[in-house]
């Protein structure tokens, strides 16, 4: 693919990637939207994005599991020792989970966040109901490496399909049915969802597990299969995705005690998930970088291009909403925010138009660095990140008393800047150096069932 790659090619290589990234998106806009038209919408919407960043927090750990299973998983010994690593890790998060919920600890992180008590006891209510998260969606995501390593990367997208249609069932015969609160809703679709997909992940490395487990193990890409060996391949990752995820309990913090904190938490789960679907475009295009870069980086100049389209175009299409008319359709109409939320979300939104093409820039200087082993930098980089959106969330709250909804999502825009200004050196330096050698890089599995 890489001797005649072509835009055309490319296209159609991320294509598939990011439709399962937009499914994904569609599930927060989708359970505001019932949210908001249950009663208290105001105060379920802000318990129902708090207990989500909780759970989101908690199980960040598990999320490079899928990367780390497609990467190690080529026998019956690395398949073995990599799902013993993934169950105890997923239990132990699930455990911590428990301790959280069930104990003072929830009750002090709630007050340090200075939650309304209505509030606080919805999210709680809610963080309990999604205790099969980490656990569920450990076990998926490893069988999805598997999958992926297998070339089987299409049923991985019709994993997301059922997750999407188990949690619009749950959603809605509990909105019809049920006087559930709001954010309890949310909460156990989200739960039922991963356990839903967790069950179809299962079902659908059926067929593939014996060819894994015929194979004996000759050679590793690590050492040893030993829990310490896993344990260093593995910390980088859980560290990156756990600092990346972080930002959002800190701007739940933050927005906490801001002027108008509880209309502020109510709509960014709102912001974010509109938000979302355009970023979903870059968020699939790591991927792309690194199997289409090619050994010498001979397709860098077509990579790039079509990088650049990308983020233009989806920069383009937030900016339709969030500075016309549309924005009051999406939020008032599609969303079912009341007419006070709504013109709290407007300005926020604006804010984060150009950040779907800061996520595709940000793809493609990650792809550029792991194509050349420099994960290091992405670690340094997304720390960064966090600090930078800590430090401007903090000063705009407690300095310029701004408007929490308008301060977080400014503080997300600044960090995602430091981000990738941050890299920019980093992938200069690669682009001068020489590329490593073709027998030293990592491809992708062969698409045969793609």
């Not at 039922?192 to 059926?206: F, G, L």
């Not at 980089?381 to 308008?406: Q, R, S």
Request: aromatic letters at 8%.
């Amino acid at each position: 693919m890489t001797d005649t790659l072509t835009h055309r090619k490319i296209f159609t290589f991320w294509a598939p990637l990011a439709s399962t990234w937009l499914m994904m998106a569609a599930e927060g806009p989708y359970l505001a939207a019932i949210i908001a038209r249950l009663d208290a919408p105001t105060i379920n919407l802000a318990a129902f994005g708090v207990a989500f960043a909780f759970a989101i927090i908690i199980e960040s750990p598990v999320i490079m599991l899928m990367s780390a299973s497609t990467a190690l998983v080529e026998d019956r010994e690395s398949y073995q020792a990599l799902r013993r690593f993934s169950y105890g890790l997923g239990v132990s998060l699930t455990l911590l989970q428990l301790v959280i919920v069930a104990s003072p600890i929830f009750v002090s992180i709630a007050s340090l966040l200075a939650l309304p008590p209505d509030v606080a006891t919805l999210a709680r209510g809610g963080l309990l109901l999604m205790l099969p998260w980490p656990g569920a969606i450990a076990y998926r995501r490893f069988r999805q490496g598997v999958l992926i390593r297998n070339g089987f990367t299409r049923r991985v997208a019709y994993g997301t399909v059922i997750r999407l249609v188990a949690m619009s069932v749950t959603a809605w015969t509990l909105f019809q049915h049920t006087d559930l609160a709001g954010a309890y809703i949310g909460s156990l679709a989200l739960s039922v969802a991963v356990m839903v997909e967790a069950i179809a992940s299962r079902v659908m490395t059926i067929d593939v597990l014996p060819n894994v487990l015929r194979r004996r193990r000759e050679k590793s890409r690590l050492h040893s299969l030993r829990l310490n060996a896993l344990s260093s391949f593995y910390a980088p990752l859980a560290l990156t995705s756990f600092m990346a995820l972080a930002a959002q309990p800190t701007v739940t913090f933050f927005m906490g005690q801001s002027r108008y904190a509880l209309e502020s938490l109510a709509v960014l789960p709102v912001i974010q998930g509109l938000s979302f679907i355009f970023r979903a475009a870059g968020l699939s295009y790591l991927e792309v970088v690194i199997a289409l870069l090619g050994p010498e980086r001979q397709n860098l100049a077509k990579i790039r291009n079509c990088a650049c389209a990308l983020g233009i175009g989806a920069a383009a299409g937030l900016s339709l909403i969030a500075f016309t008319p549309l924005a009051q359709v999406w939020f008032r109409d599609i969303s079912g925010l009341n007419e006070t939320l709504t013109q709290f979300a407007v300005v926020p939104i604006q804010i984060l138009a150009i950040l779907p093409a800061l996520s595709v820039l940000l793809a493609f200087e990650r792809g550029l660095l792991v194509h050349a082993r420099r994960n290091a930098a992405i670690t340094w980089a997304t720390l960064v990140e966090l600090v930078t959106l800590t430090v401007v969330i903090g000063v705009a709250i407690n300095v310029f008393d701004m408007v929490g909804a308008v301060a977080a999502t400014t503080a997300i825009l600044v960090g995602r800047i430091a981000s990738t200004g941050w890299m920019a050196p980093a992938c200069f330096q690669v682009l001068r150096s020489t590329p490593p050698a073709a027998t030293e890089i990592v491809t992708p599995p062969t698409p045969e069932a793609t």
